[in-house]
Each structure stands twice: as structure tokens, then as C-alpha cells.
């Protein structure tokens, strides 16, 4: 019953249980695996990343109004999309309640921002870490705290071990994107 939540939010509620979190991914494995391939991300990240945004709930709603398994707002990352391919607008949030167009919006705002916002990064663990700071808090963000110039920022992230991105990103404004990181790479390292 799609949109059914619309009006509230929904509580994200989630196990750190290996089981749990694989019986609750499953449903949209097909979709998951069909975006990594499309997208060219790494399905573990994306699968990561839906647990963590929405717990594997659809109508997932948040106060900024991010909608769905992969949080999407639909004036940022959505519009980010919708420009890309060519699409007026932005989605809609009956759009984004839609797993197969959430799941593809999302894995397509991942891929942008390896291939233009960080691109550069050799290290793949250290790109894997920047690319979820900057999925929940922008890459601009991000690289901000290296540098004021993107191809500088890119320059100090390659000269630098992940143990020391790590004192980076503990340094960044939003004191939310050292625990978000946290919480994704538990997810990603049991699954």
C-alpha cells in the first residue's frame, strides 16, 4: 500500500545481527544487484547503506524528509539524479517509496559521487569511507575539512593512511557523519 506512512515518520529500528540484517536486505537483493551492475557500486555498500537509512522499511520517512530504503531527498540527491538523466523536476515521494526507484536513485547518486565529486581517490577503502560521509552529509562537506579546492582535498585524501582519515572526519562539522560512518561499516563488515 504505497503511501501508507506518508504523514508520519517512521522510526528506524535496527539488529546488528548478521541473520536479521540478511532476511531484511533479501527482498531487494535483485533490485540491489541490478543497480550495482547498472551503476557500476558496490552492492555490500549499497545493501549497507539501505540497513542503516531505513532498517529495510520502504515508507521510512525522516524530518528532513528523506523518503525510503535509501533516504532519498528529493530536492537534493533526486534533483542531483533527475539533472543527470536528463528529467525535469525532481521525484516525487510516491517515487521514492518505490523500492526499485529509490534503490536506483540512490546506487546512481553513489556512482555520482565516486566518478565526479571524489574522484581521484586510489586508496579503495579510503573511497569507500568518503563516499558514505558524503552520502549523508554531502562531499562538498567532506572535502572541506582537507582542503578548500576539490583537486586539493583529493591530494591530501591520497597522501594519508585511513587511520588518519578517520582523525578527519572526527574533525568534520556535522557530528553526525563519524557515527553514521561508524554504523555502515558494522553493517558492511557483517554481511
Given at each position: 500500500m504505497l503511501g501508507c506512512n506518508t504523514s508520519?515518520?517512521?522510526?528506524?529500528?535496527?539488529?546488528l545481527n548478521k541473520k536479521q540484517i540478511e532476511k531484511t536486505i533479501d527482498r531487494w537483493n535483485i533490485i540491489i544487484k541490478h543497480a550495482s551492475i547498472q551503476y557500476n557500486v558496490d552492492e555490500k555498500l549499497i545493501k549497507s547503506i539501505i540497513y542503516v537509512e531505513s532498517a529495510g522499511n520502504t515508507f521510512a520517512r525522516s524530518s528532513s524528509n528523506a523518503i525510503g530504503l535509501m533516504q532519498i531527498k528529493p530536492s537534493a540527491a533526486g534533483l542531483d539524479?533527475?539533472?543527470l538523466i536528463g528529467k525535469k523536476g525532481e521525484p516525487s515521494i510516491q517515487?521514492?517509496?518505490?523500492?526499485?526507484?529509490?534503490?536506483?536513485i540512490g546506487a546512481s547518486y553513489i556512482h555520482l559521487l565516486q566518478k565526479r565529486n571524489l574522484f581521484g581517490i586510489k586508496n579503495k577503502e579510503i573511497m569507500r569511507y568518503a563516499t558514505i560521509v558524503?552520502?549523508?552529509n554531502g562531499a562538498s562537506a567532506l572535502?572541506?575539512?582537507f582542503a578548500k579546492n576539490q583537486?586539493?582535498?583529493?591530494k591530501i585524501i591520497n597522501s594519508i593512511t585511513v587511520k588518519k582519515f578517520f582523525q578527519y572526519v572526527n574533525k568534520h562539522p556535522a557530528k553526525q557523519a563519524s557515527h553514521y560512518l561508524e554504523k555502515v561499516i558494522k553493517i558492511y563488515k557483517l554481511i
Open positions: 508520519e515518520n517512521v522510526k528506524k529500528h535496527f539488529s539524479i533527475y539533472r517515487e521514492l517509496y518505490n523500492p526499485q526507484i529509490n534503490i536506483n558524503s552520502y549523508v572535502l572541506k575539512i583537486d586539493t582535498a583529493i
